[in-house]
């Protein structure tokens, strides 16, 4: 007697092996899809220069295996344009300072950094504050008048 064939629509989805069915999506076999490999490989994080004007972010990837306050300071430094020797500290949003390497190791993926630089060499930190003039929205002639 022959025994019956056993339909594959019947196995469980565990069974199917990969290259039986160029429609299934490949499993690299630890839970994960394939294409998020490569970007566990980089911390990326959101990072701005402190200004009263500008508050964008922009996007730093940093190598997991190398992080490093220096490594972060450089690579941030190189995205903004700045010289490293301008930045005072670097500030997690909302108000950490970050000072040595264990603190960037506990970083996680778009968090938002601060660097904040120093003025005209001195290490105290001043908030500029522009004047009226410098305001777009400042009348001279208004500023005149008397009542």
Known sequence: MAEPQQDVSEKPAGEYKQGLDPQLPTDPGDGRPENTCVGDLELVLKVRIQSPRENDFIEVELNREELSYQNLLKTSCCELGIEPEQVKTIRKLPNTLLRKDKDILRLRDFQ????????????????????????????????????
């Open 112 to 147: 938002e950094i601060e660097l904040i630089l120093m003025k005209n060499g001195s290490s105290e930190l001043e908030e500029y504050t522009p004047s009226l003039i410098e305001k777009p929205c400042y009348n001279s002639n208004a500023a005149k008048l008397t009542y």
